[in-house]
């Protein structure tokens, strides 16, 4: 399959950038959003949530980048270390 990411993901932590990575990646083996989904997620990103909801509570600073040369804003700060609970398939 062809695989295609925003250039906006530059702007994003690195482990942002490598959890929509290995996300996508994973949609290559297993169809849609389920278990056995987010268990190959979760065997290369074990932090996903986190980083997922990072991507979804930064998601309005990574789109107002266009046209920016510089990192508008976007906050390299670590995802909380609290669970996030079970993953909602609106982000990311």
Same mark, same amino acid.
């Given at each position: 399959?062809?695989?295609?990411?925003?250039?906006?993901?530059?702007?994003?932590?690195? $482990?942002?950038?490598?959890?929509?990575?290995?996300?996508?990646?994973?949609?290559?083996? +297993?169809?849609?959003?389920?278990?056995?989904?987010?268990?190959? +997620?979760?065997?290369?990103?074990?932090?996903?949530?986190?980083?997922?909801?990072?991507?979804?509570?930064?998601?309005? $600073?990574?789109?107002?980048? +266009?046209?920016?040369?510089?990192?508008?804003? +976007?906050?390299?700060?670590?995802?909380?270390?609290?669970?996030?609970?079970?993953?909602?398939?609106?982000?990311?």
């Amino acid at each position: 399959g062809r695989l295609s990411f925003s250039w906006r993901l530059v702007l994003a932590p690195p $482990e942002a950038l490598e959890t929509v990575v290995v996300h996508e990646l994973a949609h290559l083996r +297993v169809f849609g959003h389920g278990h056995k989904f987010w268990d190959l +997620v979760a065997g290369r990103r074990p932090d996903h949530r986190a980083w997922r909801r990072w991507l979804h509570d930064h998601s309005t $600073e990574l789109h107002s980048a +266009v046209g920016r040369g510089d990192r508008a804003g +976007v906050v390299s700060a670590e995802p909380e270390a609290a669970r996030l609970g079970e993953p909602d398939e609106a982000i990311a």
